[in-house]
């Protein structure tokens, strides 16, 4: 049997519609995800709504509405997004109304309790509804949140508290034994500085009256709700119904061989600090990974729903195609730091590697083997250093990529699979089969053709995490698909005779923003 594992994204506030920051996280798990299927491994693909904060509340009486109805609206618009980038998730959790989530979530703040972790008093701090977090003086910036830049609020009121101080020696020590990774190393290094410096217990809960009567109450006091941070963190395990003991819990979390949890930079603390504490103080395995990206700003600044200026995926989509933007977040943008955002370098990368590089590739390639052999791939002739060279970079950019991937790195797989892509067009310049069919030079023009295809069928497959729809209409092209595409040790198996169909381009320019 295959060895299991768990991939998760966030799950967003849905206070509003999404924005290209959430485009970036589907489209970065799901590379993920997807590449850990093509390595042999069962992978169970969680995604979801966040949908118990004061943020959807407040969103809601601005409009006059019901927070049930603004959540229910607008979880619409995330679930629409995901099947447009065609992120394959294996289940969608929703906090407010699945019921697996709500049994999941009281569950664990009774283990909690029963390990003696949780106590009440009154408490005081500054709040940032935007961050749903409370801040020192310290942590602000000019007095106003770091993240959303306006003042927190100054809250004061009777919480549940966890007793986080208990787990600092331990989740230290997770961390610096590779229990729980964190990537980068950056990352890494500055969860432990936050964990060293010492850890104070967190507050878990939040008035009703405060919540507006939102939110899960807390076990055996209707006056609480959980602090949304400490309901949304269970979705992950809730999912999988660990209250019942499900096969599926034990299978991707208790048993799994990874447990991922890809987030932005902004959360990093609740997912390597709260979540492992709650996990250690209820007896249930931590998550093996914690990826973190950074934000895509728009001339240097964070593309936030608050801050009103998110550029809107759906509206890129339209315009450019799924493809487009998925290629442009996992190609051009740094899998763990910021990245600036501008349609004029989405266009210039798409036209560059896509129209020009891979589409120009694949159409020209076909066009000759339809000329040529009447769209049936040749036998190949005797091979020369040209089709050694190539079979060489086959190799080179399937390791690559599997070893950038294995680090979380998109943009070097990226990278190396387009060297393939650029080595494969030269070896068309190097061949010229132009020229060797009008010399009647069979046997060469068969090799070259034979070697085209089957290059060009390993960059398809290699393409599958990344662009899956693409990628899949390529091999169509082929006459094949992606499960009968062997890996490079085979590279050239089974191509001979195998009929092509021509189809319009796979990536047609773009001239302009439109």
Request: proline share 4%; hydrophobic share 40%; glycine share 8%.
């Amino acid at each position: 049997m295959a060895e299991a594992s768990f991939v998760s994204t966030t799950i967003p506030y849905v206070n509003a519609t999404p924005h290209l920051g959430h485009a970036l996280e589907y489209v970065e798990a799901d590379a993920y995800a997807r590449h850990m299927s093509s390595m042999g491994q069962d992978v169970y693909f969680l995604s979801g709504s966040d949908e118990n904060s004061l943020k959807n509340v407040l969103a809601a009486e601005k409009e006059g509405i019901a927070t049930s109805e603004l959540v229910s609206r607008n979880v619409v618009a995330f679930k629409e997004l995901i099947e447009k980038f065609d992120i394959g998730i294996t289940h969608f959790i929703r906090t407010s109304v699945d019921a697996e989530h709500i049994k999941g979530a009281t569950e664990i703040w009774k283990s909690i309790a029963a390990s003696g972790d949780i106590y009440a008093k009154d408490y005081e701090g500054l709040y940032c509804v935007g961050c749903e977090q409370f801040y020192s003086p310290a942590e602000l910036v000019g007095g106003k949140c770091p993240e959303h830049n306006v003042e927190p609020e100054k809250v004061s009121e009777h919480n549940y508290f966890f007793r986080l101080s208990r787990y600092q020696d331990r989740i230290l020590e997770a961390i610096e034994s590779g229990e729980l990774k964190i990537v980068p190393e950056s990352r890494r290094n500055e969860v432990a500085s936050f964990v060293r410096s010492g850890l104070e217990d967190i507050s878990i809960s939040r008035s009703t009256s405060r919540a507006r009567g939102w939110g899960i109450p807390v076990p055996e006091d209707p006056a609480q709700v959980m602090y949304v941070w400490i309901d949304a963190l269970t979705n992950y395990i809730n999912a999988l119904r660990w209250t019942e003991g499900s096969e599926e819990y034990k299978r991707y979390w208790a048993e799994a061989g990874q447990r991922v949890h890809v987030v932005g930079k902004g959360v990093t603390r609740f997912h390597a600090v709260y979540w492992p504490a709650m996990l250690m103080s209820a007896g249930i395995a931590l998550p093996t990974d914690v990826v973190v990206h950074g934000y895509i700003t728009v001339q240097g600044q964070k593309i936030s729903k608050s801050l009103g200026n998110g550029a809107d995926p759906s509206e890129l989509i339209e315009r450019y195609g799924s493809d487009a933007i998925r290629y442009f977040l996992l190609a051009d943008f740094t899998p763990f730091g910021d990245s600036d955002f501008s349609e004029e370098r989405l266009i210039s990368r798409y036209n560059t590697d896509l129209a020009n590089g891979l589409g120009n590739l694949l159409n020209r390639s076909v066009s000759m083997i339809m000329r040529y052999r009447d769209g049936v791939v040749p036998e190949s002739g005797p091979i020369t250093d040209a089709e050694r060279s190539l079979a060489e970079q086959v190799l080179a950019s399937e390791q690559g990529s599997v070893v950038a991937m294995q680090g979380y790195d998109h943009r070097d797989a990226m990278s190396n699979i387009w060297a393939l892509v650029r080595r494969s067009n030269a070896y068309v310049d190097e061949r010229a089969p132009w020229h060797l069919a009008k010399q009647g030079d069979d046997e060469a023009l068969n090799t070259t053709l034979h070697h085209l295809v089957a290059a060009i069928r390993q960059i398809g497959r290699l393409l599958i995490p990344f662009l899956p729809g693409a990628a899949q209409s390529l091999l169509s092209q082929l006459g094949t698909d992606a499960l009968k595409v062997p890996g490079t040790g085979e590279w050239r198996q089974e191509i001979t005779g195998t009929r092509l169909e021509k189809a319009p381009a796979l990536f047609p320019r773009i001239e302009a923003v439109p």
